[in-house]
């Protein structure tokens, strides 16, 4: 059973940098592949970057691309998003995710539906 459980949320400036953790309880981490997606107010779930299980491969949406950077630690069966040069439009709750998925990593990595598990989400707030 996955077991999501997100931490390192908070109140920053613009400009700031930040890295969220996602750790899992469950004995099966290494199997998937792990993605952040966030949500702000009035928003729809939107889809930020993603890692496949071994590490090898990421993809991030247009707006975070240079800025965040998604790594994991199998060993530790944790997910991180390092986020540097932080601005207010990346202010929502971000939530990790774990999904299991054929057809290649780049099938499905930004797509909601491929994501079984989910955590409970951690503020991120970017004041200007």
């Known amino acids: 059973q996955v077991q999501l459980v997100e931490s390192g949320g908070g109140l920053m400036q613009a400009g700031a940098s930040l890295r969220l953790s996602c750790a899992d309880s469950?004995?099966?981490?290494?199997?998937?592949?792990m993605a952040w997606f966030r949500q702000a107010p009035g928003k729809d779930r939107e889809f930020v970057a993603a890692?496949?299980?071994?590490?090898?491969?990421?993809h991030y949406t247009d707006s975070v691309q240079g800025r965040f950077t998604i790594s994991r630690d199998n060993a530790k069966n944790t997910v991180y998003l390092e986020m540097n040069s932080l601005k207010p439009e990346d202010t929502a709750v971000y939530y990790c995710?774990?999904?299991?998925?054929?057809?290649?990593?780049?099938?499905?990595?930004?797509?909601?539906?491929?994501?079984?598990?989910w955590g409970q989400g951690t503020q991120v707030t970017v004041s200007s």
């Open positions: 469950g004995r099966t981490f290494s199997s998937y592949t």
């Open positions: 995710a774990a999904g299991y998925y054929s057809g290649g990593f780049y099938s499905g990595a930004n797509s909601l539906s491929k994501y079984n598990y």
């Open positions: 890692i496949n299980w071994s590490g090898s491969s990421t």
